[in-house]
């Protein structure tokens, strides 16, 4: 998988051997930036940071969006933490946003029944719930249910925990 993993945008004049080098190794420490920011100033101070932090994320997808698909794990990994600031920050569209962006490469990427899509999903119906949209929300938790049980066997106590939501909803 890993020339899914690593895809490039199909352009008219593809890009060179070499812009795509170049573009790992951009990715590469803009991902490592972006952690070292993340450790440091959280300590610092946590919403204009988290705005730094997002602006981090998007001036990269951007730039890597340039030659890289959105199912390039560089993209997803840049992804993921936009999705997170979103998350800390409490911006729930923008969470949503980014979730479902993730999701479906997340889905090829990884086996039927990885607890990392799982993950996602769980995320997903949340974040639809909070949005108060149920019909979606429930959809992608049952999707998060069903991989669980595989990888934790029905009777483990956080599915319960996940049933019982559905019901309160």
């Known amino acids: 998988q890993d020339k899914e993993k690593l895809e490039?945008?199909?352009?008219?004049d593809p890009p060179s051997a070499e812009t795509v080098r170049d573009m790992i190794k951009y990715a590469r420490n803009v991902i490592e930036e972006f952690r070292r920011a993340k450790?440091?100033?959280?300590?610092?101070?946590?919403?204009?940071?988290?705005?730094?932090?997002?602006e981090i994320c998007e001036l990269s997808l951007d730039k890597m969006g340039a030659v890289f698909e959105d199912s390039n794990v560089y993209m997803l990994h840049m992804m993921y933490q936009a999705m997170g600031v979103c998350l800390y920050v409490q911006d729930w569209e923008g969470a949503l946003r980014y979730g479902q962006k993730?999701?479906?490469?997340?889905?090829?990427?990884?086996?039927s029944y990885s607890l990392?899509?799982?993950?996602?999903w769980l995320k997903l119906g949340r974040l639809y719930m909070a949005l108060e949209n149920r019909t979606a929300g429930v959809k992608a938790l049952k999707r998060a249910?069903?991989?669980?049980?595989?990888?934790?066997?029905k009777d483990h106590p956080y599915i319960s925990e996940i049933k019982k939501e559905l019901e309160d909803h």
């Open 116 to 120: 990392n899509v799982a993950s996602m």
């Open 102 to 111: 993730i999701i479906r490469p997340y889905s090829k990427h990884y086996p």
């Open 145 to 153: 249910i069903a991989i669980m049980e595989v990888a934790h066997g």
């Open 39 to 54: 450790h440091y100033k959280y300590i610092l101070c946590l919403t204009p940071l988290a705005c730094e932090l997002l």
């Open 8 to 12: 490039i945008r199909k352009l008219n």
